[in-house]
């Protein structure tokens, strides 16, 4: 295992986050359901059922995995990776790893979402599939998910072990580490089947859009009407996944993919947390209908809409640096670099270049700036009532400011003089002045 991957975290606080993960996560999942779907979005509703009820009263509203829960799942997954291998797309590149890899990918993610969106609304227009199922049923789901995507990690474990893809797998020597962080950085079935884009991009941002219309569509048939908070909230996620499956093919240049290996931390995460927790928002909104008005509704939308744009507009200006060799103009100026040089696991030197101008001049990862304000435009729609569906907004919060110390440590050991330069250039973290 290269050294990057140990510096990940300490042994100590990985067997911490592990722990939490595995004893913490899987309840608060079924919790937030519960609380969404059956407690009116109050926690204090919830507090008071467990106080009363204790832990037999959890366990009680546990819903157990059914057949129905296991076969929407099933036709899911099998649709989307029918999806990634068959429909046609443009070869990409993706950086080299640290042992001197370079993967190879199919560029169908957005016809991929066209497809499965269209498909979706379709199969519900014609009155061949109901969603609402989905949502009648949306405990159960998240209790198979829980499961089955444990078992899908030992799977990936086993294969890092006995069948890895590619050099860049190996084991740290412990168990625990191996199997939380994972074994392969790039871990296929065959050649064509990459793992982590299923995983990742295919199963868990796709589900995002396609429980966002859910929602909706669950809203409408209960009440005769779509709501413009429900609106508003279902369409900016739908911008954001929309501009992420637009930009796909950049984000398999970033830590998720390039850096963290196909372990419980990611692939639990996007099977689990990513349809459980990011869709939350929209999940309290189907019983709690607000009315925002015309011009509320407009104000949050564009100011939504335009943190969208910021956010991919930084994720733009990097990649035609990159693919420039750093000759695309930023901002309608020369952009200002820095040249840095590296040396593989492998003993060869490379070259990077590191951008110091444009939103990449204001700070390091300026980029989780408008992430976090536009999760928090999807969320305002819900208004104040409750605390509770502005949960994915704090943990997208702590997520990117660990993600930022991360990634800042990792390229702190991979450019060493260079890295501590540009940070003399761009001397902030996130937020611009302040961290």
């Known amino acids: 295992m290269s050294s990057e991957s140990n510096m990940v975290h300490s042994p100590m606080v990985t067997y911490a986050s592990m722990l939490s993960l595995l004893t913490l996560c899987p309840p608060f999942v079924i919790l937030l359901w519960y609380t969404m779907v ?41 649709f989307e990776a029918a999806l990634q291998l068959w429909l046609p797309g443009k ?73 890895p893809s590619s050099t860049d797998s190996g084991s740290s020597g412990n168990i ?55 609106l508003v909230n279902t369409i900016l996620m739908l911008v954001y996944v929309t501009k992420f499956f637009w930009w796909e093919a950049g984000y398999w240049n970033t830590m998720d993919i390039a850096h963290d290996r196909a372990g419980f931390y990611i692939c639990w995460g996007c099977m689990v947390w990513v349809p459980s927790v990011y869709t939350s928002p929209g999940m309290y909104l189907v019983n ?87 999760a928090f435009f999807w969320t305002l729609p819900a208004l104040f009532n409750h605390f509770l569906p502005y949960f994915y907004v704090v943990f997208l919060t702590i997520l990117l400011f660990d993600r930022a110390k991360r990634d800042d440590d990792r390229c702190r050991s991979k450019y060493g003089k260079y890295w501590k330069l540009y940070c003399e250039k761009v001397p902030y973290r996130i937020i611009p002045g302040i961290y």
């Open 288 to 374: 709690h209908p607000v009315n925002l008005g015309v011009q509320l509704a407009l104000y949050i939308l564009v100011a939504g809409i335009l943190c969208i744009y910021i956010n991919y507009d930084c994720d733009r200006q990097r990649q035609e640096f990159r693919r420039t060799n750093g000759k695309a103009l930023v901002w309608g100026k020369a952009p200002s670099k820095i040249h840095a040089s590296y040396t593989t696991t492998s003993g060869e030197t490379k070259s990077s270049l590191l951008l110091t101008s444009g939103w990449w001049g204001l700070s390091r990862h300026f980029h989780y700036v408008p992430e976090i304000s536009a």
């Open 91 to 163: 070869r990409v590149e993706g950086p080299i790893s640290p042992a001197g890899n370079r993967p190879i990918y199919k560029a169908n993610g957005l016809a991929a979402y066209a497809v499965t969106l269209i498909t979706y609304l379709g199969l519900w227009w014609f009155g061949i599939f109901n969603p609402t199922i989905v949502y009648d049923h949306l405990g159960e789901i998240f209790s198979a998910l829980i499961f089955g995507s444990f078992i899908f990690c030992i799977f990936l474990y086993i294969k890092g072990l006995v069948a």
């Open 38 to 78: 059956h407690a009116d979005g109050s926690v204090l509703q919830t507090t008071n059922y467990l106080r009363e009820h204790g832990l037999q009263g959890f366990i009680n509203i546990w819903p157990k995995p059914t057949a129905t829960a296991w076969k929407i799942i099933a036709c899911y997954a099998a």
């Open 176 to 230: 625990i580490i191996d199997f939380y962080w994972g074994m392969e950085l790039y871990p296929r079935i065959g050649k064509n089947f990459d793992i982590k884009v299923f995983t990742n991009c295919r199963f868990g941002m796709m589900s995002w859009a396609v429980l966002a219309v859910t929602y909706c569509i669950k809203q409408y048939e209960t009440y005769g009407r779509v709501s413009d908070s429900m």
